[in-house]
C-alpha cells in the first residue's frame, strides 16, 4: 500500500519525513477557530460558536499529530549546528501552541455556557496570542528548509528560468523547420548584413564585381540600339 502511494505522489516519497505536510491541518483550523469565533461574539449567533469550538477541537488534534511528528522527524534529521539552533525553536514554539490549544479546548470545554463578555474577549485574547505563537513557529520551520536545506535535497540547477517578459529563456537553439520561415536573431542579423572576416570582404568584393558587369551590359544594350537606329 505505501508502494502504490509513493508511485502516485512521488513528491511525498521524496520526503525527508511527513511533518511538512501535518502542520498545515492545525494552522487552518485554529486561524478558522478564532475567525469564527470573534464572527459569533459579533453577531452573538450560535452556529458561528459552534463552527469555532469543532474548529478548535480539530485545530489541537492537529495540533498534536503534527508535534508528534515533528519530535520523530527531529530524531532522523541530519543538520549541522545552525539547523539545530534553529530547530529548538521551532520546536519550542510547536509546543508552545500545543499547550495552548489545549488550555483554550478545555477552558472553552467547560466554561462555554457561563461565558459572560469580559471572559470572552480574555479567551479571544489568549487564542489570538497563540496563533502569533504558531506564526513564527511556521516561520522558524521555513527558514530551516528554504535558507538551510533541512530535509531537502538540494539539486543543482543546469541553467536558470526567467519567466519575466514572457519570453523563452531557456537558452535553447533555435532552428530552422522547413516550410516556416526562420526566425533572425541579432546574431544572424549581423552575419547576413556584414559577415565577418575574409568572407565578409569576399561576398562585398563579388557583389561589386556583380555590378560592374551589369553596368557593363545596360551600357552595351544602349549603345547598340543606337546604331541600330
Request: aromatic fraction near 6%; proline fraction near 3%; charge should be negative.
Given at each position: 500500500?505505501?508502494?502504490?502511494?509513493?508511485?502516485?505522489?512521488?513528491?511525498?516519497?521524496?520526503?525527508?519525513?511527513?511533518?511538512?505536510?501535518?502542520?498545515?491541518?492545525?494552522?487552518?483550523?485554529?486561524?478558522?477557530?478564532?475567525?469564527?469565533?470573534?464572527?459569533?461574539?459579533?453577531?452573538?449567533?450560535?452556529?458561528?460558536?459552534?463552527?469555532?469550538?469543532?474548529?478548535?477541537?480539530?485545530?489541537?488534534?492537529?495540533?498534536?499529530?503534527?508535534?508528534?511528528?515533528?519530535?520523530?522527524?527531529?530524531?532522523?534529521?541530519?543538520?549541522?549546528?545552525?539547523?539545530?539552533?534553529?530547530?529548538?525553536?521551532?520546536?519550542?514554539?510547536?509546543?508552545?501552541?500545543?499547550?495552548?490549544?489545549?488550555?483554550?479546548?478545555?477552558?472553552?470545554?467547560?466554561?462555554?455556557?457561563?461565558?459572560?463578555?469580559?471572559?470572552?474577549?480574555?479567551?479571544?485574547?489568549?487564542?489570538?496570542?497563540?496563533?502569533?505563537?504558531?506564526?513564527?513557529?511556521?516561520?522558524?520551520?521555513?527558514?530551516?528548509?528554504?535558507?538551510?536545506?533541512?530535509?531537502?535535497?538540494?539539486?543543482?540547477?543546469?541553467?536558470?528560468?526567467?519567466?519575466?517578459?514572457?519570453?523563452?529563456?531557456?537558452?535553447?537553439?533555435?532552428?530552422?523547420?522547413?516550410?516556416?520561415?526562420?526566425?533572425?536573431?541579432?546574431?544572424?542579423?549581423?552575419?547576413?548584413?556584414?559577415?565577418?572576416?575574409?568572407?565578409?570582404?569576399?561576398?562585398?568584393?563579388?557583389?561589386?564585381?556583380?555590378?560592374?558587369?551589369?553596368?557593363?551590359?545596360?551600357?552595351?544594350?544602349?549603345?547598340h540600339g543606337l546604331h541600330e537606329h
Amino acid at each position: 500500500m505505501l508502494e502504490l502511494t509513493y508511485s502516485i505522489m512521488p513528491g511525498v516519497a521524496a520526503m525527508a519525513n511527513i511533518h511538512p505536510m501535518l502542520v498545515h491541518f492545525p494552522i487552518a483550523f485554529l486561524n478558522g477557530f478564532l475567525l469564527m469565533e470573534v464572527i459569533g461574539f459579533i453577531s452573538k449567533r450560535d452556529e458561528f460558536r459552534a463552527a469555532a469550538r469543532w474548529m478548535l477541537y480539530l485545530g489541537t488534534l492537529g495540533a498534536l499529530v503534527a508535534v508528534v511528528a515533528g519530535l520523530r522527524a527531529e530524531a532522523t534529521l541530519s543538520h549541522n549546528e545552525a539547523i539545530h539552533e534553529v530547530l529548538t525553536k521551532h520546536e519550542g514554539l510547536g509546543i508552545t501552541v500545543l499547550v495552548l490549544s489545549i488550555i483554550l479546548s478545555v477552558w472553552r470545554t467547560f466554561r462555554e455556557r457561563r461565558f459572560k463578555a469580559p471572559e470572552r474577549v480574555l479567551f479571544m485574547i489568549v487564542a489570538a496570542v497563540m496563533l502569533g505563537v504558531m506564526a513564527f513557529g511556521a516561520d522558524m520551520g521555513g527558514l530551516m528548509v528554504y535558507k538551510h536545506g533541512a530535509g531537502v535535497k538540494a539539486v543543482p540547477m543546469a541553467e536558470e528560468h526567467d519567466h519575466a517578459g514572457g519570453g523563452d529563456h531557456h537558452g535553447a537553439a533555435l532552428e530552422a523547420t522547413p516550410g516556416k520561415p526562420q526566425i533572425t536573431t541579432e546574431s544572424t542579423k549581423t552575419s547576413a548584413e556584414g559577415g565577418s572576416g575574409v568572407d565578409g570582404d569576399s561576398n562585398s568584393h563579388h557583389h561589386q564585381e556583380g555590378a560592374a558587369t551589369t553596368d557593363q551590359n545596360v551600357d552595351g544594350a544602349h549603345e547598340h540600339g543606337l546604331h541600330e537606329h
